[in-house]
T-cell receptor
Framework: AQTVTQSQPEMSVQEAETVTLSCTYD???????LFWYKQPPSRQMILVIR??????QNATENRFSVNFQKAAKSFSLKISDSQLGDTAMYFC????????????FGTGTRLTIIP | GAGVSQSPSNKVTEKGKDVELRCDPI?????LYWYRQSLGQGLEFLIY????????KSGLPSDRFSAERTGGSVSTLTIQRTQQEDSAVYLC??????????????FGQGTRLTVV
């Protein structure tokens, strides 16, 4: 079974600063994907960034980047130049490639950007 | 439609009543998932539909929960004899070719179910 752990229930940061959200996971699988999803008050889960486990290079999407440490089973999200619109719940998620590819989620980090 | 649509947005029901939650996926998406998000928790997988294949029901918490997908499109999640612990947000997601890895899973805005 796969587990995803987010050890920071809440974080806050000043606007324009950089913040890093932590995530660790546990699996015996070798072929998998990792994700960060954002959930604003509207409740809709929005994909922020995706990492394929076989790729060494860390994924980046504009202000969002990850630090993927496969051996340590760590997958942190860095948000640069944070904006008020980044305020949301952030969930780390994992899926094994193949089969039903259901997502396994962590319990989330509530991020508040302070103006 | 432009995105995954769920209805109702909010539902309050009395303990012991049955409820039906609806999900209308993005047109052409063959894969459909239901997840449950309890207060302060991450999302918990409930059930997966892929095309005309038999659904993966491995996440359903009890036999009071069932789901169907008609014509490979709209899905209904039914909870019979609701209990207070069923109170949660129920989220639906769909993806183009099946799987959340190769193809992005798009989520609806969920149904907040409150059992009183």
């Amino acid at each position: 079974a796969q587990t995803v752990t987010q050890s920071q229930p809440e974080m806050s940061v000043q606007e324009a600063e950089t913040v890093t959200l932590s995530c660790t996971y546990d699996t015996s699988e070798s072929n998998y994907y990792l994700f960060w999803y954002k959930q604003p008050p509207s409740r809709q889960m929005i994909l922020v960034i995706r990492q394929e486990a076989y790729k060494q290079q860390n994924a980046t999407e504009n202000r969002f980047s990850v630090n993927f440490q496969k051996a340590a089973k760590s997958f942190s999200l860095k948000i640069s130049d944070s904006q008020l619109g980044d305020t949301a719940m952030y969930f780390c998620a994992f899926t094994v490639r193949g089969g039903n590819e259901k997502l396994t989620f962590g319990t989330g980090t509530r991020l508040t950007i302070i103006p | 439609g432009a995105g995954v649509s769920q209805s109702p947005s909010n539902k309050v029901t009395e303990k012991g009543k049955d409820v039906e939650l609806r999900c209308d996926p993005i047109s052409g998406h063959t894969a459909l998932y239901w997840y449950r998000q309890s207060l302060g928790q991450g999302l918990e997988f409930l059930i997966y539909f892929q095309g005309n294949s038999a659904p993966d029901k491995s996440g359903l918490p009890s036999d009071r929960f069932s789901a169907e997908r008609t014509g490979g499109s709209v899905s209904t999640l039914t909870i019979q004899r609701t209990q207070q612990e069923d109170s949660a947000v129920y989220l639906c997601a769909s993806s183009l070719r099946g799987g959340s890895g190769n193809t992005e899973a798009f989520f609806g805005q969920g149904t907040r179910l409150t059992v009183v």
